[in-house]
């Protein structure tokens, strides 16, 4: 095999690349995230350690190209483009439904491993969790779908609230969803909500004005790529005013944030890296089936809500994973 004869065609039939031996020229793989490099550094090592259980070293069996989009949708289209013009022999799509979309739309051949955070099937990226056909297979976590949850456990810290706070992204696939899943289970629960939209740095400016003026009184963060890049500047606004506030990630906890709600997404990210290794070393991205991370994890910072003089109850304290003192 030539160095760029990633994709073979028999007979009209598609054939994916064998193992890599010493006498190839090193594999390529793409990394497609919305998010930046800056904070997604552990997450691109738990990718690795992904590859490393499969048998592939960066820069001794397996080179990566990064491509980040820094939370600008956007821009994944263009930078999707480049790793297909790149030939590179398997497209890593992580960060998101945005970066599973531009990659399932640049290339019908070359494989993909995605992770995301919605249904897949929905996102059209696979035909079925068991049998994905195509080419393109990976990790879903449901993430986008525990919006509900995140309010139930705001309200447990912050019980009586009169306007909860909830940030979305209308640009994110999934934030129609998410903001009806919010209105409905704080309708059934008499909770009343301002939502504010945010994609860009002043739209989040103008959304925390917005939470000021009308003195909300908790915040929620709903899961999405943009705000994970944005993380420190989100934390930074609800300590500022005092709020007690919820997020998705453990990563927004140790940043300071009072809870976070969400999986592992270190763990989401090896994962991709094993499913990586596997179609590097010849397996079919059509037959390999999605994997669904389903074990979510509550992290408590009491150092902050200390700080802040938000209480904590004992019944929240029973129910987390980690307590950060």
Request: aromatic share 8%; charged share 20%.
């Amino acid at each position: 095999m030539r160095r760029r004869e990633f994709v073979t065609l028999l007979g009209g039939a598609v054939v994916w690349p064998f193992g890599v031996n010493a006498q190839q020229a090193l594999p390529v793989v793409g990394f497609l995230s919305s998010r930046s490099p800056e904070e997604s550094a552990h997450l691109v090592e738990a990718f690795r350690g992904g590859l490393k259980d499969g048998g592939f070293i960066e820069g001794q069996s397996v080179s990566l190209e990064f491509r980040w989009a820094h939370g600008d949708y956007d821009r994944l289209p263009a930078l999707a483009a480049e790793l297909v013009n790149r030939r590179v022999s398997v497209i890593a799509a992580v960060g998101g439904d945005p970066s599973n979309k531009a990659a399932k739309q640049a290339t019908a051949t070359i494989p993909i491993v995605f992770a995301t955070g919605s249904d897949p099937v929905q996102l059209g990226l696979v035909e079925s969790f068991n049998r994905p056909g195509g080419n393109a297979t990976g990790v879903t976590t449901s993430t986008n779908l525990m919006e509900p949850k995140r309010l139930g456990l705001l309200r447990e810290l912050a019980p009586g609230v009169s306007v909860v706070g909830v940030l979305v992204n209308p640009s994110f696939p999934a934030a129609v969803r998410q903001a009806a899943d919010i209105e409905q289970a704080a309708r059934a629960v008499g909770q009343h909500t301002l939502i504010a939209n945010a994609s860009t740095d002043d739209e989040l400016e103008g959304a925390f004005a917005s939470f000021v003026r009308e003195g909300v009184g908790a915040l929620l963060v709903t899961a999405d790529p943009y705000f994970d890049v944005r993380r420190e500047r989100i934390v930074a606004f609800a300590a500022r005013q005092r709020l007690p506030a919820i997020y998705q990630f453990r990563e927004f906890a140790v940043a300071g944030g009072i809870l976070s709600y969400g999986l592992s997404f270190a763990d989401v990210y090896r994962l991709v890296g094993v499913y990586t290794a596997k179609i590097l070393n010849g397996a079919k991205p059509a037959e390999l089936p999605v994997q669904q991370v389903t074990k979510f994890e509550l992290i408590i910072n009491m150092k902050t809500a200390k700080t802040l003089g938000i209480s904590v109850s004992d019944n929240l304290l029973s129910l987390a994973d980690e307590v950060i003192e």
